[in-house]
Each structure stands twice: as C-alpha cells, then as structure tokens.
C-alpha cells in the first residue's frame, strides 16, 4: 500500500504541468493568492477532499471483489500507467477526450460556487475547493481509476490524498516560482524523463500482478 500511495503522491508532483494549466489561472481569476495564503491553502485542502470522497466511492464499490480478482486490478492500474506516461511523451491526447465526457455534469456543479465569491475567507475558499475537485481532468480521472484498483474505501481514499498532496507544490507555487516550473515541465527532455518514470512503474505493477497470479 505504501508503495501505491507514493506511486500515487509521484503521478500527483509530475502532473504540475496539467495542473497548472487546468486549475492554477482559477486561483489567481478567483482571488485566493492575493486573500493570502491560508485562503489558497485553503481551497486546495477542498479540492483534495473531493479527491479522497471519490477514491472512498470507488474503492467501496469495488470491495465486494475477491482476492483472485486483484492480481487483475494491478494489472490494469498499470495500464492506467501506460496511458499517462503515453500522454507525457506525446504520443496520445486520450486525457482532453476524457475531460470532454464529465462537462455535462461540471456544468450543474459550478454554479454552486457563486454565492461563496470572492472567497475572502478560509472557509469560503474551502467549500469553492469541495467543488472545484469536480472540475473535469483526465488525470484526475486516471489517478481515481488507479486508486480503485485497489478496492478498498480506506486505501482508495488514501491513494487519491497522496494524489492530491503530490498536486500541492504545483498548485502553492506562484508568480516566477510558478512560471518556472510550468517552462520547466514543458520542456521535452522533462517529459520524456516522466513518461519513462511512469513506464518503469506501470513495469513494476506488471510483475507485482504477474507474480500475484
């Protein structure tokens, strides 16, 4: 388990990139880094909440499966794996087509956040985070369905915070720090450095389920 939540927590710090992209121009079009850091931190800690409550509904739904059915769920975790580390070299764009499928349902949700802004307070800024982990992103997605194979509410649950506390750095970064890493993330020599990761891991799991069987 502990090796799961730090494979999780590692695909979490390299999806800066897309995080950035997705949700850190939200930050600054909301206001939380100029009401000062504890309301930023503050709708991050929501974000990751949402995260957790859906690892807990997918690793629930999932725990009515035998132990012979585990072996399986590794493997298919590692194909999850594939997928990402296919996004980061390039070589597919399956992540947006994802992210298209659950904007019916982000745009019931989003309206929900208008009577907590600006969010000038920690707890405001909380409740935008609870909802804004709906916000529809592949990797979000992929993370969830890796934390799934594991099929248990309390570990899925725990995969999707590591998953979460891997976004923060990225998420916490601002002005140049912020500007910095996303250059740095973009760059070709850094992508390929983790797709090759995620391959050396989604290699592993292979073996841990092989080896399971």
Excluded at 54 to 74: D, E, K, N, T, Y
Excluded at 86 to 108: F, S, V
């Amino acid at each position: 388990m502990l090796a799961d939540a730090l494979s999780a927590a590692l695909i979490g710090l390299i999806s800066a990139g897309h995080c950035l992209g997705m949700c850190g121009g939200l930050t600054v079009a909301l206001g939380f880094h100029s009401q000062g850091s504890a309301t930023l931190l503050a709708y991050n800690l929501g974000r990751i909440s949402t995260y957790a409550f859906l690892g807990l509904l997918v690793g629930a739904g999932l725990s009515w499966l035998p132990p012979q059915a585990m072996p399986w769920l590794r493997l298919l975790a590692a194909a999850l794996l594939v997928l990402i580390a296919l996004y980061y070299l390039n070589l597919g764009a399956w992540i947006t087509r994802i992210e298209q499928l659950a904007l019916p349902l982000w745009r019931r949700l989003q309206p929900l956040t208008r009577k907590w802004l600006p969010a000038r307070r920690p707890g405001q800024a909380f409740r935008v985070g609870l909802v804004w982990g709906f916000l529809p992103c592949g990797l979000v997605y992929t993370a969830l369905g890796y934390a799934a194979t594991q099929a248990n509410a309390g570990q899925s649950a725990l995969m999707m915070l590591a998953f979460g506390a891997g976004t923060l750095p990225a998420m916490l970064a601002t002005g140049a720090l912020s500007q910095h890493l996303n250059r740095w993330l973009k760059r070709s020599g850094t992508r390929w450095v983790i797709g090759l990761t995620l391959l050396f891991f989604a290699a592993w799991l292979s073996v841990q389920a092989i080896r399971m069987i």
